[in-house]
């Protein structure tokens, strides 16, 4: 199993934290992976315009750094191609998550895996598409999901064949009106019943893995969280069985008909706010996490989300285990001291830094 991380703010944005300490600490973590969303509007030219640049020239330096820097410390990345939308691709023509244009998000896709051919192995499409915060309007997600998924998975394949590319990226559970269950999601997009068989004409679909959010952001991750169609990392087998199933009626398998692992691509509990959990809890629930992803033969991934506390701005979301002056939390050492006994027991992949040159 790989340990990730990911805090866009400091890996990607590059902001006061130092760098180098962060690098260090996410090594400490034994971290081989890190993960970065790639935002489709914010790279693009001229992203709040109505009307389509003649020339569309995207911007890839924030990640081009991330990949430097995390390559020559050994340690991979896994691009999420995703949203907001640039106005001049969206079906309202503002700049937000509503009706992307899957032929010009294919084209934004392929840019990306030609940019970043033989540095990157590893993408998924689109971040959190049960969520309308990422992908609107909530009725038409999973048709529009579906058309993302298979124009982006194309795109990469026909540059890179032997890129990874990741499908779902799934919220666990419905947040009020704003979100869906991530399993009647995924039946929606495979067009298929509650027992995950066939009830219309609906494309095959590849994939080289299925990405999920696995949150319980106010219990133990022993806990059964209610509702079948919901995932959360104390229920992942409903999720495997879901997956088994579809593979069985042939709507969803890697490219040679098999089964398809997890990647859990964010987890995490608040440490500041509201569902603010003590630190001796967290620390306790975050090590029993890491232990339950691991003894689970599927995951291949279980992944910290965020490291750095972000600024007071962000901090709605906060599941860092590291103060902003770079003091290590309980959770954090106790996360360390976990992925340190896993490595010695081999039972985890570690970064490989590339040799020195003379």
């Known amino acids: 199993m790989e340990i990730a991380i990911q805090d866009d703010g400091v890996f990607l944005s590059r902001p006061r934290y ?46 081009d750094q991330l990949v430097n820097a995390a390559a020559a410390r050994g340690i991979k990345v896994q691009l999420a191609l995703t949203g907001p939308v640039p106005a001049w691709a969206a079906g ?26 033989g540095r990157v192995d590893r993408y998924s499409i689109w971040n959190e598409p049960n969520h309308v915060g990422w992908l609107a309007p909530l009725r038409r997600q999973a048709t529009l999901y579906r ?112 089964r398809l692992d997890l990647y859990l691509t964010e987890y995490g509990y608040f440490g500041s706010g509201k569902r603010r959990v003590s630190q001796s809890r967290r620390a306790a629930y975050l090590v029993r996490a890491f232990r339950i992803a691991l003894a689970n033969g599927r995951v291949r991934q279980m992944l910290q989300y965020l490291l750095v506390q972000p600024d007071r701005s962000h901090r709605f979301f906060d599941t860092s285990i590291v103060s902003p002056h770079g003091g290590e939390t309980l959770p954090f050492r106790r996360l360390a001291s976990w992925a340190s006994r896993a490595a010695r027991g081999h039972r985890i992949v570690l970064p490989v830094p590339p040799p020195k040159t003379p």
């Open 147 to 258: 058309s993302l998924y298979l124009s982006g998975w194309r795109a990469i394949k026909a540059v890179d064949r032997n890129a990874q590319v990741l499908i779902g990226e799934t919220a666990p559970y419905p947040r009020g009106n704003n979100s869906q269950p991530p399993l009647k999601f995924l039946r929606q997009i495979t067009c298929t019943n509650k027992r995950y068989r066939p009830i219309r004409r609906c494309p095959r679909i590849f994939a080289d893995g299925f990405a999920h959010h696995p949150y319980d952001f106010d219990h133990a991750p022993t806990y059964r969280y209610p509702g079948k169609d919901n995932v959360t990392i104390g229920t992942l087998g409903r999720l495997t069985k879901a997956l088994d199933k579809l593979r069985r009626s042939r709507r969803l398998s890697t490219s040679r008909g098999g």
């Open 18 to 63: 130092p760098l180098d300490r962060a690098y260090r600490q996410a090594l400490q973590l034994k971290v081989s992976r890190i993960r970065a969303n790639v935002s489709w509007a914010y790279i693009s030219p001229r992203p709040h315009s109505r009307r389509r640049p003649s020339k569309i020239n995207y911007n890839f330096y924030g990640a």
């Open 92 to 117: 309202n023509h503002r700049l937000g998550p509503y009706r992307p244009n899957a032929r010009l998000f294919a084209q934004f896709v392929r840019d990306a895996a030609l940019h970043f051919k």
